[in-house]
């Protein structure tokens, strides 16, 4: 008799997780629309400013730089390669990706003639 309440608890218990599930993916999942990149956490901007720096450090045009890092909103693109520049320095990145986005804020300083 003891066992058979355990295994009612057991079902019960991974009944109710199923249904949870079920009605979390397939009956009202959650829907993301109409988001901005600028609505990102920290370290997925700071790894966004890296690939733009990549992409930079390959065709080296500032401007296209600047046009990639402007979907962030409207912050100037070198202080958001700046504030990349600066989360990846607290986060223990890379010292090449340091170097690169260093040389990416460099460039669109450069570029904008904002220091």
């Known amino acids: 008799?003891?066992?058979?309440?355990?295994?009612?608890?057991?079902?019960?218990?991974?009944a109710g997780i199923g249904a949870g599930l079920a009605y979390g993916w397939v009956v009202d999942?959650?829907?993301y629309f109409d988001l901005t990149p600028d609505t990102l956490r920290?370290?997925?901007k700071a790894d966004y400013?890296?690939?733009v720096a990549?992409?930079?450090?390959?065709?080296?045009d500032p401007g296209l730089a600047a046009r990639q890092l402007a979907v962030f909103g409207s912050q100037s693109p070198t202080a958001i390669a700046a504030q990349g520049l600066d989360f990846?320095?607290?986060n223990g990145f890379d010292a090449t990706d340091i170097t690169l986005i260093q040389e990416l804020v460099?460039?669109?300083?450069?570029?904008?003639g904002l220091p």
Do not use: H, K
Request: aromatic share 12%; glycine share 0%; no cysteine.
């Open 29 to 31: 999942p959650v829907d």
């Open 49 to 51: 400013v890296l690939m």
């Open 1 to 14: 008799m003891r066992s058979n309440r355990w295994i009612f608890i057991v079902i019960a218990a991974l």
């Open 42 to 44: 920290a370290d997925y």
């Open 54 to 60: 990549e992409a930079f450090n390959a065709q080296r």
């Open 106 to 112: 460099t460039a669109l300083q450069a570029w904008s």
């Open 88 to 90: 990846a320095r607290a």
